[in-house]
């Protein structure tokens, strides 16, 4: 099978490879904006340079022509104050991926939604893929990723005979994902060894969310390929929700109990100062989103998670304590000294152009 990747080298794209290029039947083509080095597993696929945010379509249709299948993974979390480059990326990357894909004729699109998607919760009860996807309208991302589903819709309107398939999973995790994970939300000269040392966690006990593994949803994604199964996905790993409680233990740290709303307030002071570069959007979101009902995912495609979401937790912030990395320039090694340089040259990662 003939396979197209966009966002081929990030948490979920590395784990997609390793899985696909282990099977060793597919033709694979990555389309990236920074192409990788030829280390496993990215040294079987073939590179397709392109920036989503300005590629034209008809260049796109060109790396998709012959595919059965695209695979459009690619998204950004930073620069969180430049929500023009991120919607351009997000909203504007997928309206080019569409474009590009009926313009070559590919009769499959899997598409990376997220839990993110989704409307605002009523209760903990985890919800169905039947869910509105109205989005947490303070969250760019949620936003976002709610525009990117009405994109879909249209297509699903306009073309008729191409098999759209939309994966809504929770917050992804990994331990390769560490040093990504570190630069997106932490502080530059915070190391991410001092992660190790956290004597309280201040959040609001009421923060329940789902987690699953990038290797999880990279087997879905195959499975979803491989049936040519349509329709939207719900993946999450039992128990379904990760608590506040849970991130404590994970940290070794006590739990403070914090109102959501005042935690908010000092996210987002932190974030309008440029201290920190994760914006208030996120704790919006983290608070809103639903749990996940995963009967669909089990029941039409035979899927069942290998980790359950307090190990992805746990393996996500020990790889977030280690620094850990893979060797694709996404997920490249994340160090104080090597990320305050970045900074003083190009600027602060929540601001520049090209984090």
């Known amino acids: 099978m003939r396979i197209v990747i966009t966002g081929a080298t990030g ?13 060793g039947e597919h033709d694979l083509v990555g389309v990236v904006r920074r192409p990788p080095g030829p280390a496993e597993p ?19 249709a060109e790396a998709f022509r012959g595919a059965d299948a695209v695979v459009h993974l690619a998204w950004g979390f930073q620069p969180s104050h430049r929500e023009d ?3 351009e990326l997000g909203v504007g990357g997928t309206r080019r991926v569409i474009a590009a894909v009926r313009a070559a004729g590919v009769p499959h699109l899997v598409h990376m939604s997220s839990v993110g998607a989704y409307s605002p919760k009523r209760d903990d009860v985890p919800v169905d893929e039947s869910w509105p996807t109205g989005g947490v309208q303070t969250s760019m991302y949620s936003r976002h990723k709610s525009t990117a589903e009405r994109l879909l819709d249209g297509l699903e309107r306009d073309a008729p005979e191409l098999v759209v398939s939309r994966m809504r ?12 994970l570190l630069r997106y939300g932490l502080p530059a000269l915070v190391p991410g060894g001092l992660l190790r040392h956290v004597p309280v966690v201040p959040l609001d006990r009421g923060l329940a969310i789902p987690m699953v593994h990038s290797d999880d949803v990279a087997d879905a994604v195959t499975r979803v390929l491989g049936a040519r199964a349509p329709g939207a996905f719900n993946l999450a790993a039992p128990p379904a929700a990760v608590t506040a409680q849970d991130i404590a233990d994970a940290l070794g740290a006590r739990l403070v109990h914090v109102p959501s709303a005042v935690l908010r307030a000092a996210v987002s002071a932190s974030w309008h100062a440029r201290v920190q570069p994760l914006d208030p959007g996120w704790i919006d979101m983290g608070f809103a989103v639903p749990l996940l009902d995963t009967t669909r995912a089990q029941s039409e495609l035979g899927w069942s998670p290998a980790t359950d979401s307090r ?6 912030i020990e790889g977030m304590q280690d620094a850990a990395a893979g060797s694709s320039p996404v997920l490249r090694p994340r160090s104080v000294v090597g990320t305050v340089a970045r900074a003083v040259r190009r600027g602060p990662v929540s601001s520049r152009r090209t984090p």
């Open 311 to 316: 190990a992805v937790l746990l393996e996500t």
């Open 169 to 180: 999973p929770g917050i992804v995790g990994q331990r390769d994902a560490g040093s990504a």
């Open 42 to 60: 990215y040294d079987a696929v073939a590179w397709h340079p392109a920036d989503l945010t300005e590629v034209q379509p008809a260049e796109l």
């Open 11 to 23: 948490n979920i794209g590395s784990a997609l490879l390793r899985r696909l290029t282990a099977d």
């Open 85 to 87: 480059y991120l919607e």
